[in-house]
């Protein structure tokens, strides 16, 4: 790969989309990124995007990222096709930023990461980022931090509800491949949970056994999972939950983290750090009173700028680690990452389908069987495909 580029000529996938239009909003924003080229399945969706932006309108991403003329490409097109054009970058030393989630399955994820790894013996500076932009955010940072100092000491449990991804019918029936076993893979924990999966593994690191009920089209007319509660268990024994649903309101997002020298809890965008003075299994032990309580100090922790964690941050940074001749080390969501989360939400799947205690590693070749199967009995017929106008992500979680 030559000397890293001033300007970075980025290309899109799925330039149209509702995600990409958003993100096109701040590229001018970054004076390191231009945006070169664009594509999508009709040239009548592409027109209004290059009069706007001047970029050159591909109908074949293939050609696009094969054509020279792009430096780094950001693939927000529908899931499955995720690695497909990933992989297809990185053999022609293209660098990649991957809206979440990295793929579909783990499996797919883990032949990614292959690709990545092969490709960047020839293109050593070669880039892969993924857009967990909820890492950006300063609540979630620190949490990172408590987490990795030591500060909570031995994870003992640690339980998350994030029913705040409400969405309506509308929103299912605004695309032909949302929510279908075919068309997006999956529900809540492919489409709107990444972010909190990723996050999870990132603060306390993947469970090793998953029990869960799983409901299909509870709250929707669609065929896929839209309400979730799961029982996560630890190497050390210690245990764990994650409920979402995509038809409660209002929601809540409350994260509890509790460890043996003191507890976090993240809720409504507060977060409260009770510290023990003594570690909890050292007091437990030694206290000779029978009703004794650990003496316990409470911090309220307001990190500043909450709004930061927005897309913005994770573009800048990977147009610039490109720009400055970076490595992945410097990137704030490497796009390897990406398969813990994707394996917990997929076992978390699996053990509600099948009524069964799925042990992490997956067994990914059996996930992927059972999506083909959901895929192959599926009957299930989308309503209507409606256009509902221009999208408004601030009611969003």
């Given at each position: 790969?030559?000397?890293?580029?001033?300007?970075?000529?980025?290309?899109?996938?799925?330039?149209?989309?509702?995600?990409?239009?958003?993100?096109?909003?701040?590229?001018?924003?970054?004076?390191?990124?231009?945006?070169?080229?664009?594509?999508?399945?009709?040239?009548?969706?592409?027109?209004?995007?290059?009069?706007e932006?001047?970029?050159?309108?591909?109908?074949?991403?293939?050609?696009?990222?094969?054509?020279?003329?792009?430096?780094?490409?950001?693939?927000?097109?529908?899931h499955?096709?995720?690695?497909?054009?990933?992989?297809?970058?990185?053999?022609?030393?293209?660098?990649?930023?991957?809206?979440?989630?990295?793929?579909?399955?783990?499996?797919?994820?883990?032949?990614?990461?292959?690709?990545?790894?092969?490709?960047?013996?020839?293109?050593?500076?070669?880039?892969?980022?993924?857009?967990?932009?909820q890492?950006?955010?300063?609540?979630?940072k620190?949490?990172?931090?408590?987490?990795?100092?030591?500060?909570?000491?031995?994870?003992?449990?640690?339980?998350?509800?994030?029913?705040?991804?409400?969405?309506?019918?509308?929103?299912?029936?605004?695309?032909?491949?949302?929510?279908?076993?075919?068309?997006?893979?999956?529900?809540?924990?492919?489409n709107?949970?990444?972010?909190?999966?990723d996050?999870?593994?990132?603060?306390?690191?993947?469970?090793?056994?998953?029990?869960?009920?799983?409901?299909?089209?509870?709250?929707?007319?669609?065929?896929?999972?839209?309400?979730?509660?799961?029982?996560?268990?630890?190497?050390?024994?210690?245990?764990?939950?994650?409920?979402?649903?995509?038809?409660?309101?209002?929601?809540?997002?409350?994260?509890?983290?509790?460890?043996s020298?003191?507890?976090?809890?993240?809720?409504d965008d507060?977060?409260?750090?009770?510290?023990?003075?003594?570690?909890?299994?050292?007091?437990?032990?030694?206290?000779?009173?029978?009703?004794?309580?650990v003496?316990?100090?409470e911090?309220?922790?307001?990190?500043?700028?909450?709004?930061?964690?927005?897309?913005?941050?994770?573009?800048?940074?990977?147009?610039?680690?490109i720009a400055?001749?970076?490595?992945?080390?410097?990137?704030?969501?490497?796009?390897?990452?990406?398969?813990?989360?994707?394996?917990?939400?997929?076992?978390i799947?699996?053990?509600?389908?099948?009524?069964?205690?799925?042990?992490?590693?997956?067994?990914?070749?059996?996930?992927?069987?059972?999506?083909?199967?959901?895929?192959?009995?599926?009957?299930?017929?989308?309503?209507?495909?409606?256009?509902?106008?221009?999208?408004?992500?601030?009611?969003?979680?």
């Amino acid at each position: 790969m030559s000397a890293p580029p001033s300007q970075v000529r980025l290309g899109v996938i799925g330039a149209a989309g509702s995600m990409a239009s958003a993100h096109r909003k701040y590229y001018s924003q970054i004076s390191e990124l231009k945006l070169a080229a664009v594509s999508d399945i009709s040239q009548a969706l592409l027109d209004p995007i290059c009069e706007e932006t001047g970029a050159k309108a591909w109908l074949d991403a293939e050609a696009m990222i094969a054509s020279g003329e792009i430096d780094a490409v950001f693939i927000a097109c529908p899931h499955f096709d995720h690695p497909r054009y990933a992989e297809l970058a990185f053999q022609h030393g293209v660098h990649v930023l991957t809206e979440k989630p990295v793929a579909v399955t783990a499996l797919a994820a883990e032949k990614t990461n292959a690709a990545y790894a092969d490709a960047v013996k020839s293109h050593p500076k070669l880039i892969y980022a993924a857009m967990f932009n909820q890492r950006t955010r300063p609540l979630w940072k620190e949490v990172k931090r408590l987490c990795s100092d030591g500060s909570i000491g031995e994870l003992m449990r640690v339980s998350w509800t994030i029913t705040n991804w409400f969405r309506t019918q509308a929103y299912y029936n605004s695309g032909g491949w949302r929510a279908t076993w075919s068309g997006e893979g999956g529900g809540v924990l492919l489409n709107q949970c990444p972010h909190n999966l990723d996050l999870l593994c990132w603060f306390v690191g993947s469970p090793v056994a998953v029990e869960a009920k799983v409901e299909l089209g509870k709250y929707h007319d669609i065929e896929v999972e839209d309400d979730v509660a799961a029982l996560l268990t630890f190497d050390n024994g210690a245990a764990g939950t994650f409920v979402t649903s995509t038809g409660q309101t209002p929601g809540i997002n409350r994260l509890e983290i509790v460890g043996s020298h003191g507890t976090l809890i993240a809720d409504d965008d507060q977060l409260t750090y009770h510290r023990a003075e003594q570690p909890v299994d050292e007091f437990t032990k030694t206290c000779p009173e029978r009703f004794a309580s650990v003496p316990c100090t409470e911090f309220a922790i307001t990190p500043a700028n909450q709004e930061t964690g927005d897309h913005q941050p994770i573009t800048t940074n990977f147009i610039e680690v490109i720009a400055r001749g970076g490595t992945q080390a410097d990137l704030i969501a490497p796009g390897t990452e990406g398969i813990a989360g994707l394996e917990l939400g997929n076992a978390i799947l699996m053990a509600g389908l099948k009524k069964q205690t799925i042990r992490i590693p997956t067994d990914r070749p059996a996930f992927d069987a059972l999506l083909e199967e959901l895929q192959a009995k599926s009957n299930y017929q989308k309503p209507e495909v409606t256009n509902a106008g221009p999208v408004d992500m601030s009611g969003s979680a």
